[in-house]
């Protein structure tokens, strides 16, 4: 069905289909946006746009005073389907709707070549048209070429419909590029200069080239060992760019989606098998222009982004400038403090959640070899859990946990924040963060929470081994501290310092890069996704560092009467040793392991979830896989002009898109988003 010409559009909204349509604009306001730009009015009274209000008053194209009056008549004759120099209000509604289509871009594109609304695009037509781009100005087109030949006959008589000539203008620029390679080659011998390259892309191909790709056309030109462009090297070349989309593809089966991880050609080239059209002259061309300013031979996702076209429209008019962020030392100490509260809450959760596992871990890593009156013996971590609920209730797993939680609250929170920290400052320009980076980050967070978890780790130890002796005093935590005084609290603090930088080094690289691994496509992370990246990262570091958490709870437990006392670290390491072998340094190891990977798996999944759901913007670097790809469709692009309602929204980025998709620029047809070039 037809409206003047226009192809009905659906824009009412969809239910389960997943389309993602724009709103068509309110009738009422529609007309009277219309009639503020309408200069004419007929003897009945109805109102018309002239050329001029449309294009250059109404949607802001051609500002310039020289402006090109073929141009501005021919992107007016888009609207104006009865071709007599003005526009109706049914024209400007139809033109509207014709926008909410989901290929509104192709739609505009044929009715500017269909100048005389008859809905087919003949040979005249297209021909009249084109001769007006400044490509062919430039380069002249050969309209007796076999590509025209088979669309419009040999006769130039066949017409072609929208679908036709749709699919006619995306190769057409190709065509038009091997035309003129051909015209260069005046040796036939296969082969154009670096400088005749140069001037076909910059010409015909421009709307394929990002600045840094044409700054490097000559430097790239033939490839590394000449600067002479045979022909299946142009069409390579041209390939290349056009499957950009595909090259991210091939990036991201190498790196998991992971944007640093910086890949070789060989690594690509094994990649791209599996994916036919991809040639190993591509593969070359793009590490060669990928590495053009730097030497490393290797290439990561932001190499591939500065040579992708731009011709996407909807990337034209998304990529708004960001509002800069004043880092001063208040904003990054705001920023800290943030984190530090949303770590005490992370810390909390998690620490309550494994108590009963941590307890019987302590006990059984306090388990001394021998026989000691009043002692109660385990056998294993699920003897000591059934004991601990015969002999002291349910309640005695949780024996010592608010002293853990006023404790974990603050050490989990600076673990977390110095972690972040360092690793803010320790990134590369590009973002990326290098593995030593990672370590040192995770190394710093936990020598830094020591002062925290020591006076923590040594009142709660001594309140879970208080329930082992039957009959025995009651313990509080106020007890103990009051008992050790305030150098007590931090007896065995180079043992927790040897425990818990080499933890932490190792969690939180670890738990990046699984991160990272268990992300979607598009980089974002699952609650799921977290809870099993941050569970199984705990898992080795939790075990490589049990020998130090078994020195550190034997220098932090009163020694009973008959028990080894311990003068020190090394002390205790050698009598640990000698009294009960290799294997005592094991002791809890499970555990320990069931407790801590849990535990950090809780915390991190509430950390990074109550940044996710609380965000504060600081202006600094966000949580890896917090958040989904930003909405690319049209639908989602901003208006240049509050004026510009319904489909009318997209009116200068479908414009502009004519330009940046088929390559049809039009002399002096240069609206605010088609200015890329400085």
């Not at 005073?65 to 992107?75: A, E, H």
């Not at 060989?266 to 060669?288: G, T």
């Not at 509260?341 to 019987?360: M, Q």
Request: glycine fraction near 8%; include cysteine.
């Amino acid at each position: 069905m037809t409206l003047l010409g226009f192809r009905q559009a659906s824009c009412s909204p969809a239910e389960n289909t997943g389309l993602h349509l724009i709103k068509r604009a309110d009738p009422t306001l529609l007309r009277q946006i219309f009639h503020k730009y309408a200069s004419i009015e007929s003897e009945t009274g109805e109102r018309f746009m002239t050329q001029e209000d449309l294009i250059r008053n109404y949607l802001g194209l051609q500002p310039e005073r020289n402006y090109n009056p073929v141009t501005m008549k021919l992107l007016a004759s888009v609207v104006d389907q009865t071709k007599d120099g003005k526009v109706s209000f049914i024209e400007f509604q139809a033109f509207e709707a014709l926008l909410c289509s989901p290929d509104a871009l192709h739609m505009v594109a044929f009715q500017l070549f269909d100048t005389n609304g008859s809905g087919f695009v003949s040979f005249d037509e297209f021909k009249n048209v084109f001769s007006q781009m400044e490509i062919h100005q430039r380069i002249p087109f050969n309209f007796d070429c076999p590509f025209v030949t088979y669309h419009f006959g040999s006769n130039r008589k066949t017409q072609l419909s929208y679908s036709e000539f749709s699919h006619f203008l995306v190769n057409l620029q190709e065509v038009h590029a091997n035309q003129a390679f051909q015209k260069l080659d005046t040796k036939k011998q296969g082969v154009i200069n670096a400088l005749e390259f140069q001037k076909v892309m910059t010409t015909i191909r421009r709307h394929m080239l990002t600045p840094y790709v044409e700054e490097n056309l000559v430097n790239v030109a033939g490839g590394e060992t000449k600067h002479l462009v045979s022909y299946p090297y142009f069409l390579a070349f041209n390939s290349m760019l056009k499957d950009v989309e595909l090259m991210r593809r091939i990036y991201n089966s190498i790196a998991k989606y992971d944007p640093t991880v910086a890949v070789t050609k060989e690594e690509f080239l094994h990649a791209s098998q599996v994916f036919p059209q991809v040639s190993p002259l591509e593969v070359e061309i793009l590490f060669h222009l990928c590495t053009q300013d730097k030497s490393t031979g290797r290439i990561r996702m932001g190499d591939i982004d500065k040579i992708a076209p731009g011709a996407d429209l909807v990337r034209q008019q998304t990529e708004q400038p960001k509002t800069e962020v004043d880092r001063t030392v208040l904003v990054q100490v705001a920023e800290s403090v943030y984190r530090f509260a949303l770590g005490s809450v992370a810390g909390a959760t998690g620490a309550t959640a494994v108590y009963p596992i941590d307890l019987v871990k302590t006990r059984m890593q306090n388990q001394r070899g021998g026989s000691v009156v009043g002692e109660l013996m385990y056998k294993n971590s699920i003897d000591c859990f059934t004991k601990v609920v015969r002999f002291e209730g349910i309640f005695g797993l949780y024996r010592g946990l608010l002293p853990q939680i006023v404790g974990v609250a603050p050490e989990k929170a600076i673990k977390l924040t110095m972690n972040d920290l360092v690793r803010d400052k320790v990134r590369n320009k590009d973002g990326s963060l290098p593995l030593w980076g990672e370590i040192l980050a995770g190394g710093c967070a936990g020598g830094s929470q020591v002062m925290f978890t020591n006076p923590l780790e040594i009142v709660k130890i001594r309140l879970q081994v208080a329930g082992e002796i039957a009959g025995g005093p009651r313990v509080s935590a106020i007890n103990v501290i009051k008992d050790l005084g305030i150098f007590g609290l931090y007896k065995g603090a180079r043992a927790c310092f040897l425990r818990d930088i080499p933890f932490s080094a190792l969690y939180f690289t670890s738990y990046a890069h699984l991160k990272k691994y268990f992300a979607d496509e598009n980089g974002h992370n699952s609650p799921l996704s977290l809870l099993t990246a941050a569970t199984i990262s705990g898992a080795p570091a939790a075990s490589l560092v049990t020998p130090a958490d078994v020195i550190k709870t034997r220098l932090q437990v009163v020694a009973r009467s008959g028990q080894t006392t311990y003068a020190g670290v090394f002390d205790c390491a050698r009598k640990i040793w000698a009294e009960e072998g290799g294997t005592a340094f094991w002791k809890g190891a499970g555990a320990r392991v069931c407790r801590s990977s849990p535990q950090f798996g809780v915390t991190l999944l509430t950390y990074e979830l109550l940044q996710r759901y609380l965000p504060v913007d600081f202006g600094g670097n966000q949580p890896e896989g917090s958040k989904t790809s930003k909405s690319m469709h049209l639908a989602d692009l901003p208006p240049v002009n509050p004026e510009h309602i319904g489909g009318l929204r997209l009116a200068v980025a479908t414009f502009t898109g004519v330009e940046s998709k088929f390559g049809l620029f039009l002399p002096k047809f240069r609206n605010p988003i088609a200015k890329v070039e400085s």
